[in-house]
């Protein structure tokens, strides 16, 4: 255990260890959002995550024209480069994750209890659309080209903030809090709530379950799909198997943080982010999934519902 | 009923999707022989085996477009880059008395199925197992008289590595990088051994389960390193370096043949990848031959990858081998371990193999420079 | 009857955030007798259940099986104590058999485990053949012998309901907890279960009833407890109970029969 | 009526005296036995040899999945790192046989003891949490023993153990690269052993627990059933099967690395389960072999293979949501809980 790193760069890991959180934050969405409708682990949406990674550098070198070498751009052209490549990224995830429900889910609801099934089924699709996938790109990795030049904006404490990480920060914060407000507030986010809290009591209340489930796929997909933007303009490669790293992180830091309610894929997500950084600071890169897997099992032994867990648990007898 | 009936028959649709809808094919003529391609087809490692097997077909429809009385077929044996497949997949080509010679690609499921080819006696040529212990006569993992590979084992190429990486850098301290691939990690060692008092510290990011490499750029700002050197693969290695740039680090980028890819310059950023040092035994498909690298664009619709010129070099062996008459494989094996063998690369260099099935002469390394985004050859290492 | 108490609550209260669903009740349950507890909808009946036999862990107060406290008992401990219960919305195994049901009851005073069963030794046989022949007994004396071999997930819903009392039987309890057990059934079962609620007290056990039907529970009660948002507001006999001003007008308020 | 195997296997099963059920076992058991002969037939498995394929993966995947079952089909316990007590026993086996003389049947009980060891201390801190926790839960459990493994330089970090031992030769058969039929015997019996113990165990009072636990883990407590315990039980019996596996595989392949024991095994293994039936033996058995099997058989189509496992795992699981044969319905049958004698 070496500490010096840690002491060294603090400001620096901590700033993009909550940067590299927020990217986990918005793909723990997909997963929470499903959980908290179906108690289902969408094990599928990795490759929802995946899709809209893809799904972003086509929009910016087919739509756009613009190739891996290509420079960065300024003012209103890199505006709306980037909102057509985040309304691409959101949209081809949001409809990906739809279809996956209608595909690998709606049939089962309607057929058996058993919970298994959905899974096995979404572990099919997952297979099918990695492998399709890697066919069509022949197993290559997919690079980006930088359209958002890597300005920084002012160095604290030793940590440089550079704007595409900023850029990440500040816009997951405002989809939560849209997110936040359009599942508290609004009819439809309501009709999810009652779902979430009660699904057969829901059914009889004459709730229109499909469309409420679709509604959540759609909500979880978009998140997603999001998540997949921010990852290219920060990370800018994409490759046929990124879901299952990305998206077993982001079911970490859903469960780390209590699955099912979005404050918990929030404070899950920035929690993973930085004991990934941190730990790779101090015991090296190759343990820091360990570590996070550690610290996973330790929370859950001391609060099992998760950081912020609503109590499932506690018996409806 | 209407239900069942129709689940029975997706039962019935699934079996015969599996056994009767795709009837082997089998048809082989006596004149023709196989050569083998044993690596990740598909799966998560189906990239490198994408890459090298092009080489294969290549140097195949070539040899096949000559009209020879010895036409050669493909056996492709994808083990998925899995050592737990290796051994059923090598078992599975041993099996097949047409395969007169093998390519495998990774050095864990070589190991694994090294007992069936041995058992069988059919020569290895390996585009990229380089892992040392296949040609360490004092290994358990030792290949003779099997196996042969035309790449630089890791014990070769690590002090050459390590040399280009130091390079005209005054007072080194070095940082070394690995993807905990083995590979990787034998490639680390030997360039830690060259390096001496030089080598600071070393971080491990395991391939392709890494996007975010700040904790390790943390560490090299920390160490104040001048010459960060990466023993991975490409993509990983572009990603790397990418951040490792943007994050503002001047020194010496250096890394091994994983990294040769012409992929390599356009994912890591024409401007990040400037002047980032490689080492390798061989050379890219574009620079050794733009006439060769024509065809397989147009075969492929696709560039070159790493271990493309092996794999397509390999081949040409054994092609090379068909043609001098020898067809079975008790004569392909005897033909390479001769002391009268010799091979012209794809690059122009001749190269012959020692009897532990490694090259011989060490003056196989060369070493390149990335410059405006394309792979330079630099001259030897 | 006698006044010997099998099961006594001592000032147990239960919270739940700001609520709290049961406050200071003491209640006592005396051997052989059927006790019924009633009160409006969200009185806490079933939270008594549930704090007796485990479920809940009470914010305050004391719980005693035959003298015993049960504090810090695990729920399955306490079943084997002699506590047994049903459930207000019927919770079968409802892809076993209802024999099967019944022996996984009897289970819980068995000795041999894993290795006996995988050894299939003499006492696991012996185990075995007892806990068939036992379940046999139990559900022929609820009368549903000849649905032994039927899915209880398949059984009417009567049947369901009785199968859960001869479940609970299973365990040899000494007292059972029946959390309404004649919920949705006609006058003429609820009748018949009645008498059978009769024919387990007569056999034995000592019952504690929740129920709506006030006829039934007068019928058969040997007393009567009445809890009215999380206190007990009378404990006697139903002919006493039936008169009291304070339950009277509990019950005013909401509808007797609201399940 | 449309022809359905579980009723009719069960009914034929259920209808038999004692000496027409030994006869029935004996020809399925002579049948297993007798597979090798099917070299060369249409289920000739076109780039793999066929005997070999019976070994690994079909006979090595059906073991595992055998003890999953018990786990995820009896008990309902979801767990997403079954291949942690794989690697287990096949590290146990790689270890032992480089620092001790043991040879592989020796080994053999200490893999299974530290398989079930390394199950009950997961079990112990673990099984208090439930369903979807319980499975991220022993996913990273998973991933801890694989990675681990890898940066631990003791057990060969990335490279794993070459040049473990094959078992001596016993009873006159030997054991080694052309042996394919010997090793494929072996691991039936032990397939077989397994399922006598399961078929012990389910129709008795571990096997009752196990289900109450699975259909309603709070009732079954109220009901007494020690839950804590038996799904610690399920736990470590799991292990042991996992772990018998990982010594049996690791002496075969005589090469073992961390890389063999990443995370889609354990999905594979549990597809494995669902797709033929949770809970029913003779459903997982099915669907382990059918899915083992239908790969290699479709090798010759090597790239898109996978994609047509991941349409086949789709498109049966909506035909067949409870698995080819599911739990078989005991009622008429008569096959109540402690009937076999």
Known sequence: MDFSVLTDQFASLTFDGIALGFIYVLIALGYTMVYGVLRLINFANSEVFMLGSFATILVATKLFNHTIESDPLTGFKLVYTMTAMLVGAMIVSGVASVIIEIVAYRRLRSRTSNRLTSLISAIGVSIVLAEAVRMATSSAPMGSPRLLDKTILATVWGADIRVDTLLVIVFAIILLIVLDLFVNKSRLGMGIRAVSMDYDTSRLMGINLNKIISTTFLIGGLGTGAASFFYITVYEMTRFSIGFELGLAAFTAAVLGGIGNIRGAFAGGIALGLIEMYASAVLGTQWRSITAFVILILVLLFKPNGIFGESLQQARV | MNKKIKASAAIVAALALSLGAFAANTASAATTVKIAYQGPLTGPEAQTGTDSIRGVKLAIKIYNATNPAVKVEIFEGDDQGDDAQGGTVGAGIAADDAVIGVLTAYSGPTIAALPSYKAKGIAIVSPSATRASLTDPTSKDYGNPVFHRIVSNDDLQGPALARVATNGVKDPTVFVVDDQSSYSVGLTKAVKLALGTAFQAGDSAAKGAVSDFSATIAKIKKEKANVVIYTGYYADGAKFLKQLRDKGYKGVYAAGDGVLNSQFPKLAGKKQSEGARLTAPTVPLEVASPKITAMFKKDFKADPGVYTTEAFDATNIFLQGIKAGKTTRADMLAYLNSASFSYKNTAGITIKFQESGDLSGSGLMNQFVVKGGTIKLNGKA | ?259 | MPFNLRDTGATLWANSNKWQRYLIAGVIIVGAFALPLLEGTFLNTPRTPFVSVLFYPIGVYVLMALGLNVVVGKSGLLDLGYVAFYAVGAYTAGILSMHTKLNTWEILPVGIALAMLSGFVLGAAVLRLRGDYLAIVTLGFGEIIRITALNSSAVGGANGISNIPNPPTTFGFTFDLESDRNYYWVVLILIIITILIIRGLSARRPGRAWESIRQDEDVAELMGVNTYKYKLWAFVFGASVGGAAGVLFASKAMFIAPNIFNYNISILILAFVVFGGMGNIWGVVFGAVLLSYIPERIRFISEARMLIFGLVLIIMMNLRPDGLLPRKKREKIGIAGGEIK
């Open chain 3, 1 to 259: 009857m006698s006044n010997q108490p099998v099961l006594e609550l001592k000032n147990v209260t239960m919270q739940f955030g700001g609520v709290k669903a049961l406050n200071q009740v003491n209640l006592q349950v005396n051997k052989g007798e059927i006790c019924a507890l009633i009160g409006p909808n969200g009185a806490g009946k079933t939270t008594v259940f549930n704090v007796v036999t485990g479920v809940y862990v009470p914010t305050d107060g004391e719980i005693l099986f035959n003298g015993k406290s049960l504090k810090g008992k695990n729920r399955h401990k306490i079943t084997k104590m002699g506590i047994a219960r049903t459930f207000q919305n019927v919770r079968l195994f409802g892809e076993m058999t209802s024999l099967e049901n019944v022996i996984t009851a009897t289970d819980v005073h068995n000795k041999s485990g894993l290795v006996g069963s995988i050894l299939n030794t003499p006492r696991s046989r012996r185990e075995e053949k007892a806990g068939r022949e036992k379940a046999h007994e139990i559900l022929k004396f609820m009368g549903i012998d000849h649905r032994s071999d039927q899915l209880a997930k398949n059984l009417p819903y009567g049947d369901q309901r009785r199968l859960e009392i001869a479940r609970a039987l299973g365990t040899s309890p000494e007292i059972v907890l029946l959390d309404e057990p004649a919920a949705g059934f006609n006058p003429s079962e609820k009748k018949s279960l009645a008498e059978l609620i009769v024919k387990i007290r007569d056999r034995g056990y000592t019952v504690l009833l929740i129920e709506h039907d006030m006829s039934l529970i007068m019928g058969i009660s040997d007393r009567v407890a009445v809890l009215d948002f999380g206190e007990k507001i009378a404990d006697d006999l139903p002919s006493v109970v039936q008169n009291n001003p304070k339950v009277i007008e509990a019950y005013l308020g909401v509808p007797a029969d609201a399940s």
